[in-house]
């Protein structure tokens, strides 16, 4: 995510703040766990980010900004939208669209982007970058996002208070195409990519990391890989100021590439993995007052961020995050 628009979302998650799309109440179920994502069927539609997360820092945040929502189901048109899409630093603006008919679903599309919701809630995101870029990106230059985001309520997910918090969810890779000139790529610069970020924040006020925010990253497709990463990895993020632990992709997914355009589901505990990248940023000097017990999760985003010129499409369903 561009530095700009994490620096907003981490400034509105982990502050507690809850845009337009309704705070979740987490439901129990049967078996004890409390189901945290919101309307996983995208029901109450979408509402609609504007192209800019500096225009929604400098008027007032979501709910003054947001662009329109996009509605797919008549019986949910009573309710507000649990989920926020977010268009970053697209030329074309999704709002005002008219729904048609595709082969995912009821769609809504333009030339940099479609978000398609089928029957059975399968909801796929399309991204087309050739419509963005008037030039290889170079490095400094900002790229376009397609993110879907909640953020939790209650006060977040006390990890304190839970023995597990599973992670669930199936997705498809439908197609993704470089468009890049092999003189013009540059490892470094250009991908496409889906990662899901889970946001984190200390929140003991006794501790002297009272505040401190950590990004636990599940990246599960970048067009670089040859094969599913075994390993960790931290890195820093200049504009907020913030670490980000990406937990192995083949740790949670498999070894089995999205590039096959097969089904995949991921389901995992991830309370280990908190203390785990606790652990790895305790040898390197950082969070040291931080225990996982003093972590909640404040929210959560997944979806296409494309530093090259690629055209790509992917399918989510089954998504849940429960904690008990």
Not at 16 to 42: H, M, N, P, V
């Amino acid at each position: 995510m561009s530095y700009v628009a994490r620096w907003l979302f981490l400034l509105l998650l982990c502050t507690g703040w809850q845009g337009s799309a309704e705070g979740i109440q987490a439901r129990g179920t049967r078996s004890g766990y409390k189901e945290w994502i919101s309307d996983g069927r995208f029901r109450r539609g979408l509402a609609l980010s504007a192209l800019s997360p500096v225009e929604v820092m400098e008027h007032g945040g979501f709910a003054r900004t947001n662009q329109d929502t996009l509605r797919f189901d008549k019986h949910g048109e009573q309710l507000p939208p649990a989920w926020q899409a977010c268009q970053w630093w697209s030329r074309h603006n999704l709002a005002h669209r008219q729904q048609s008919s595709s082969p995912w679903g009821q769609a809504y599309g333009n030339a940099g982007k479609t978000i398609a919701l089928s029957h059975d809630g399968t909801l796929t995101l399309e991204i087309k970058t050739d419509s963005e870029y008037l030039h290889p990106r170079r490095q400094g230059e900002n790229w376009p996002h397609l993110l879907i985001q909640q953020d939790m309520g209650q006060g977040g997910i006390s990890l304190g208070e839970s023995k597990e918090l599973r992670l669930r969810m199936d997705l498809r890779l439908l197609y993704c195409e470089s468009l890049m000139a092999p003189e013009d790529f540059s490892e470094d610069l250009h991908t496409a990519q889906s990662p899901f970020y889970l946001y984190l924040r200390n929140a003991n006020p006794h501790s002297t990391d009272f505040g401190k925010c950590l990004w636990l990253g599940i990246t599960a497709f970048d067009a670089r890989w040859t094969q599913m990463p075994e390993s960790e990895t931290v890195s820093w993020d200049i504009g907020t100021q913030m670490y980000i632990y990406q937990i192995p992709a083949a740790s949670v997914w498999g070894r089995g590439m999205l590039s096959d355009h097969k089904w995949h589901r991921m389901e995992a505990d991830l309370l280990p993995w908190v203390a785990q990248a606790l652990k790895t940023l305790h040898l390197r000097g950082l969070f040291a007052a931080t225990e996982v017990k003093d972590m909640v999760v404040t929210g959560m985003n997944f979806g296409w961020e494309v530093p090259g010129t690629y055209n790509a499409a992917l399918q989510l369903r089954k998504l849940s995050l429960r904690s008990r």
